[in-house]
């Protein structure tokens, strides 16, 4: 059995459905496993910074879950090309992450230590879940696996060499991390203690708040005591987490509790059908809408149900829009530009913006730069325009005293840049196919034309009225608000 990045004669090859990633990727186990690896990425200084200044993982979860797991299902595909093709992309994306942490330390999401972190953490999870879970792997098993997750790093970084080669090894590699290196960051606090509390509905829930922060209200804590419980003691211990009495007996039931899923016939669970459901709004067009319209309806009733026997707090309510389809700046400001979650505007967000649109339209070089150069570009017109202060950033105060001064020439040039990137024929309209590869849904009433497409006059208008904070229930609007 090699450790390396390619299978040995006879045996299956580490990637695509016969690999270990493969068998365990629609393993409920997996979603607590991922949070606790999630928790110990973001607990390493390097990876907590950058989450903490560019990540949407608070503000929008499940858009970044579902492209999370879009991601790695492309890193472990049986084809090389789209092996190849994706960490490109994440290179890109990671190449534009850099800066300095709240203690004025250096940060680089291209630094292959970092990266290698975040594969360990992926690799150390799956093997604990599985024990946990009452399926504890063998040694050739777990082996071959680390072959696969060291072949997903050397994917990324043209070597697996920041990973130890050994099994063995990689244990003691493992614990020196999490006892030298490992931090109580900023970003592991939220995961823990905000993420939970206040996780956003994703869009087939999004009609029944009340229901929502009822269900959050008893699963969100039962989360975080087992995501505590989970992890190694050296860590808790270092940040000072709590244990609560009888967490850990809750946290290994849990696992193995999702184990059991295993024994359902195989296709019942997929993890990514899962989240396409949840991401769907009632008044979607896919097929599977008169569905999920009718869930909502049922969901809408129980949560008013709800609130009238056990009135629960919820999250602040956006304000009432002063007309039909209007919206305050404030409104606008908090859920669409502010896409950190952090109160303020500033580069990440629009950045958060490109990467959303870039990721949906599957962008290449050099259309991918290209609109990011857009948005940087607005960027800058943005601070010339608002940021009144000087300090770098604009406030919902400033955005709101100038919201006039929005739709620049920058914009526009945005507007022009997205028209290009979703014209994938380029003939100068975005048909029904383009359009669904934006929006994932087909054209709105009031889109549709004769010739059914949409001309780029009708495109940079509807973009510019929506980016000036005028219109709500636009195509737009789940593109950059849904959680």
Not at 172 to 192: K, P, Q
Request: glycine share 6%; with cysteine; proline share 6%.
């Amino acid at each position: 059995m090699t450790t390396g990045t390619t299978s040995t004669a006879g045996e299956p090859p580490l990637f695509g459905p016969q690999g270990q990633f493969g068998a365990f990727f629609d393993d409920p186990r997996w979603a607590l496993a991922l949070i606790r690896a999630t928790v110990l990425e973001a607990a390493h200084p390097q990876v907590g910074a950058a989450l903490a200044d560019n990540s949407v993982f608070v503000t929008h979860p499940w858009r970044r879950l579902r492209n999370t797991l879009l991601s790695l299902r492309r890193m472990f595909d049986a084809d090389p090309a789209v092996r190849e093709r994706e960490a490109a992309r994440l290179n890109r994306l990671h190449a534009r992450m850099n800066g300095s942490d709240s203690r004025e330390r250096p940060y680089d999401a291209m630094d292959r230590s970092t990266r290698a972190w975040v594969v360990a953490t992926l690799f150390e999870a799956t093997v604990t879940m599985c024990r946990w879970g009452g399926q504890p792997l063998d040694q050739d098993t777990m082996e071959r696996m680390y072959a696969e997750y060291r072949g997903f790093l050397a994917a990324l970084d043209g070597d697996a060499g920041a990973l130890p080669e050994d099994l063995n090894e990689f244990w003691r590699y493992f614990d020196r991390v999490v006892e030298e290196e490992l931090e109580n960051t900023e970003a592991a606090r939220i995961i823990l203690y905000r993420l939970f509390d206040h996780l956003p509905a994703p869009a087939l829930l999004a009609s029944a708040p009340t229901l929502w922060a009822a269900g959050r209200a008893v699963v969100g804590p039962l989360l975080g005591a087992i995501t505590v419980a989970s992890l190694p003691e050296a860590y808790r211990r270092k940040a000072g987490l709590p244990e609560m009495p009888g967490a850990s007996t809750l946290m290994q039931g849990a696992y193995f509790a999702a184990g059991l899923a295993r024994f359902l016939p195989e296709g019942w669970i997929n993890a990514e059908t899962i989240i396409d459901t949840l991401s769907l709004s009632p008044d979607s067009d896919d097929p599977r809408a008169r569905t999920v319209a009718a869930l909502a309806a049922r969901v809408k009733r129980a949560s008013a149900l709800l609130r009238l026997l056990a009135p629960i707090s919820e999250d602040p309510a956006p304000a009432t829009p002063t007309g039909k389809n209007r919206r305050t700046a404030e409104e606008f400001f908090r859920h669409v530009l502010d896409q950190t979650g952090d109160g303020h505007l500033d580069w990440p967000d629009l950045a958060a913006m490109a990467r959303e649109l870039a990721t949906r339209l599957d962008l290449d070089e050099p259309e991918e730069t290209r609109l990011y150069d857009a948005f940087a570009a607005w960027w800058r017109e943005l601070q010339t325009a608002l940021d009144t202060d000087g300090d770098g950033r604009i406030s919902a105060g400033e955005y709101a005293a100038a919201v006039p001064s929005l739709a620049g020439p920058a914009l526009i040039r945005v507007a022009e840049v997205l028209f290009d990137a979703t014209d994938k024929d380029g003939n100068g309209v975005i048909d029904a196919t383009e359009h669904r590869a934006l929006f994932r849904t087909a054209f709105h009433r009031d889109l549709t034309t004769t010739d059914a497409t949409y001309s780029r006059s009708a495109f940079v208008g509807d973009f510019l009225s929506f980016m000036a904070g005028n219109r709500t229930n636009t195509p737009y609007d789940p593109l950059f608000s849904d959680a």
